[in-house]
């Protein structure tokens, strides 16, 4: 069974917008593909009834998703608090200049339509005016309501705009997961984090990237937050497509982590899981959690996007070679002795194929905690 919220910002204690429906052809056309495909993996592998909701908007940030409450006196987030009082300030101009806008827009169009030429664009709404974009809104609005419900627990699958606080974002999530639960009453509220997939032109060279720190928060998230879990995407993205097609990947991904650590089946629900790493005789040592069968690369190709760097913070492409089962040996010829390791650290890297008998890939991850240059 599925349910969509529509769309909507109203006052908190406001009821949501959206019915149930039997999944169908028709039904399953408007709902989100990663959760229609995480769902159907549940219902052949449990053989029990499914039921999701789904509640989302394209584009938002994750302070929309919490209650104020639960950033307002964090020091992180003060000026998120501060650009929303900015924007009530500025809301009555903003209206004005938009509505003339539009009016421009109108007598061009009409203009345009006559003449027989090509229709202009109608203007933006400005992101002040865009109720969506206020802390706590959608909280309000698209998740409280539905706390009557009985839940399992949450997919998340969204952060592109929050891209560029990526040391925020751990801490943002932190307060999610924990206001969420708070919220339903349940300690053991599962949240399964997709992680950001590649994006954009492939990496020539290592170097440092806003995606890469995005990824390492949900990590840490995952890593750090009970009964969290984390579908690594990296290598079913789209370089030309911050909205990848391939959704099958992404759901059935999340559909065996739930599988394994929700439900409890024999299944394997992740990728490699860093373990550390240390440095000795000129490289870098990397090991990782135990798990199903040896460290290997997807393709039978060598296991490619490693960087190591030494005190000058100057990155170089590394030669991999597992040494142990669940151990690589990372090193380059031009780095004599490494102090820092990264592992599939861009926007897009060339070759993240290191996995192992899960068949599902590592996560990206850094050593260092150098800023971003």
Not at 108 to 130: C, I, T, V
Not at 238 to 259: Q, T
Not at 309 to 314: E, F, H
Request: aromatic letters at 8%.
């Amino acid at each position: 069974r599925l349910m969509r919220v529509e769309n909507h910002v109203v006052s908190r204690g406001e009821d949501i917008v959206g019915e149930w429906a039997a999944c169908s052809p028709e039904s399953a056309e408007r709902f989100s593909a990663a959760g229609y495909y995480f769902g159907l993996e549940l219902r052949r592998e449990l053989d029990v009834p499914v039921g999701l909701i789904v509640s989302a908007w394209g584009a938002t940030s994750g302070e929309s998703w919490l209650p104020i409450e639960s950033i307002r006196d964090v020091p992180e987030f003060a000026s998120v608090i501060e650009r929303d009082r900015e924007r009530d300030a500025q809301r009555p101009q903003l209206e004005q200049e938009h509505e003339a806008a539009v009016e421009r827009w109108r007598t061009e169009r009409d203009a345009a339509e006559k003449a027989g030429k090509p229709l202009p664009s109608p203007p933006r709404l400005p992101m002040a005016l865009r109720p969506q974009s206020r802390a706590g809104s959608l909280y309000d609005s698209m998740i409280l309501p539905l706390a009557p419900f009985a839940m399992r627990g949450s997919i998340w699958y969204q952060g592109e705009a929050n891209v560029g606080q990526g040391e925020r974002y751990h801490t943002l999530m932190t307060l999610l997961i924990n206001s969420w639960r708070h919220t339903w009453g349940q300690e053991h509220f599962y949240f399964g984090i997709v992680q950001l997939p590649n994006y954009r032109a492939i990496a020539q060279e290592p170097g440092d990237s806003a995606w890469a720190r995005l990824r390492e928060a949900q990590r840490l998230t995952a890593k750090r937050v009970a009964d969290t879990g984390l579908a690594v995407t990296i290598d079913i993205g789209d370089a030309d497509d911050g909205h990848p097609k391939n959704k099958r990947g992404v759901g059935e991904r999340l559909a065996r982590w739930a599988l394994a650590d929700v439900y409890g089946l024999p299944a394997a629900g992740h990728g490699p899981v860093l373990q550390g790493a240390s440095f000795e005789n000129g490289a870098a040592i990397v090991t990782y959690e135990d798990g199903p069968g040896e460290l290997q690369s997807t393709d039978g190709q060598p296991i490619g996007s490693f960087a190591i760097a030494g005190t000058d913070r100057r990155w170089h492409w590394a030669r991999v070679e597992i040494t142990a089962p669940r151990t690589a040996r990372v090193w380059a010829e031009q780095v004599s002795n490494p102090v820092a390791v990264r592992y599939a650290w861009s926007d897009n890297p060339a070759s993240p194929n290191l996995t192992d008998g899960s068949g599902l890939p590592a996560s990206p991850f850094r050593t260092d905690d150098w800023p971003a240059q």
